[in-house]
């Protein structure tokens, strides 16, 4: 079982060096209790995924201490600015343009070029201020089962995987965040959440859009840019090909991969935390390379390699760039 400590000077100094170290804490946030990670660090950001047992990497919330922290990983338009304002902190998620070049790691935005920020109540924002990073953070449940609301919740479903454990009660709101992202002026609901659509409207003399949620993340994924690499991917590999680029894992190569374009290796002791972490900057920087296909080794579909292989086969499956070849595709 995790440790539990309550909410006192000690317990912000424990959890922020253990996040510091890269550990995993599930942190009590007015909404829900956030299973949290050091955004910025890759291998403790896959950890999340391995300690919920989520066969997808879908993208994560990512939580700040201030504005201020905000701006340096996201530009802000005037209405997010309002709504930032008027909610903050509290249960209201922004989805908004990721800035290039900040150290967030692409695991936390799952590859695509937006990121969802919020600023949460309480000891949270405590600890975040500690660190000076932002930490990455789901609700503290196994995937499928409820989030967790409590201490003792927390503890009986991920006690087994996780450093620690910050005990503030129950949770104030105890459903998860409200997540909104601006659009052409307007404001969609991308999840209904704990801040009431009415409370939104009241603040900003607007009514509310909404947006089917796997379609804001989905929609970007499809342009060919996100998950999907310039480059075909041809995947479990056992032999390359004259001009290929090679994504490897493991200590085994596939026969001809001395010979590659470029070779970069997820993971060479065959950890799949490991590659998790390195998936969306190796590909990204094999494709740099200008290779025509890249040859990906296989990857064993336990733990996270089922994310992995899942993330593997979305980048090769046939794509589009216009809406006539889309059509085709289908
Ligand atoms: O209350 C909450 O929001 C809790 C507490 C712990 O803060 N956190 C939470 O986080 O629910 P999480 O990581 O489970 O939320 C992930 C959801 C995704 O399923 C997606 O709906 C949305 O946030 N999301 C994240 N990034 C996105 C993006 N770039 N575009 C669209 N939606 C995004
Ligand atoms: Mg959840």
């Not at 905000?70 to 909610?87: C, G, K, M, Q, V």
Request: glycine share 10%; charged share 20%; net charge negative.
């Amino acid at each position: 079982m995790a440790r539990i400590m309550g909410t006192d000077e000690q317990a912000v100094l424990t959890a922020a060096e253990l996040l510091a170290a890269g550990k995993l804490v599930a942190i009590p946030t007015e909404t829900v209790y956030g299973l949290a990670a050091d955004a910025t660090n890759g291998d403790a950001v896959a950890g999340i995924f391995e300690a919920k047992g989520r066969p997808h990497f879908n993208p994560l919330i990512c939580h700040v201490s201030d504005t201020a922290m905000a701006e340096r990983y996201a530009t802000i338009d005037p209405l997010s600015r309002r709504l930032i304002a008027a909610f903050w902190p509290g249960p209201l998620t922004l989805v908004l343009p990721l800035k290039a070049g900040t150290p967030i790691h692409p695991l936390v935005a799952a590859g695509l070029e937006t990121i969802a920020l919020r600023m949460p109540r309480g000891i949270a924002g405590k600890i975040i201020s500690a660190l000076d990073r932002p930490l990455a953070a789901p609700s503290a449940n196994t995937s499928g089962r409820i989030s967790g609301t409590s201490a003792g919740a927390v503890n009986d479903d991920l006690g087994e995987r996780i450093s620690l454990i910050l005990d503030a009660g129950p949770s104030e709101v105890g459903l998860e965040s409200t997540i909104v992202k601006v659009e052409g002026g307007k404001v969609l609901i991308l999840r209904p959440g704990g801040l009431a659509a009415e409370d939104i409207e009241a603040a900003l003399g607007v009514t509310l859009g909404r947006m089917d949620q796997r379609a804001a993340i989905e929609a970007p994924g499809m342009m060919a840019s996100h998950y999907a690499p310039a480059a075909k991917m041809r995947l479990n590999i056992h032999e390359v090909r004259a001009g290929e680029a090679v994504l490897a894992f493991g200590p085994e190569r596939a026969s001809g991969a001395e010979n590659a374009v470029g070779n970069l290796n997820l993971s060479p002791s065959g950890n799949l935390r490991e590659a998790a972490a390195n998936l969306f900057d190796f590909m990204k920087r094999l494709d740099r390379l200008g290779s025509a296909v890249i040859a990906v080794e296989p990857i064993p579909f336990n733990g996270l390699g089922e994310a992995i292989n899942d993330r593997l086969v979305r980048a090769a499956a046939p794509r589009a760039s216009t809406i006539a070849e889309l059509d085709q595709i289908k």
